[in-house]
């Protein structure tokens, strides 16, 4: 189990919770979401996330890692919730509480 804040991701079940209430996932949300929280306030690259979501025989596309990030901001923060997840320009992703 990790923690951040009220964010539960359960690694062995594959479940997340916020705030004590569930929240669905995609697969590659899902993995998205485990790779940052493993790295919980380190920078994360996009090239980084987009080897851990997909084989490396994909074509990278562009923005499909801001989308999956975009997806799950939108399901993190439901109901007015604060944000975990950062952009640090030029670099990446940060999942942290501020």
């Keep these: 189990m990790i923690r ?3 964010l539960d991701v359960d690694t062995n079940t594959q ?3 916020r705030a004590g209430r569930s929240i669905e996932l ?3 949300e899902y993995a998205v979401l485990e790779y940052l929280a493993h790295r919980r306030g380190e920078p994360v690259t996009r090239t ?3 080897e ?3 084989d490396f025989e994909a074509e ?3 923005n499909v890692i ?3 990030v975009g997806q799950l901001r939108k399901k993190l923060e ?3 919730l604060s944000r975990l997840i950062h952009t640090r320009r030029g670099v990446g992703y940060v999942l942290e509480e501020r």
């Design 60 to 62: 990278p596309n562009s």
């Design 15 to 17: 479940r997340v919770a």
């Design 48 to 50: 980084a996330l987009w």
């Design 66 to 68: 801001d989308v999956y």
């Design 78 to 80: 439901e109901g007015g």
């Design 4 to 6: 951040i804040a009220d």
């Design 26 to 28: 995609t697969a590659r």
């Design 52 to 54: 851990h979501v997909y």
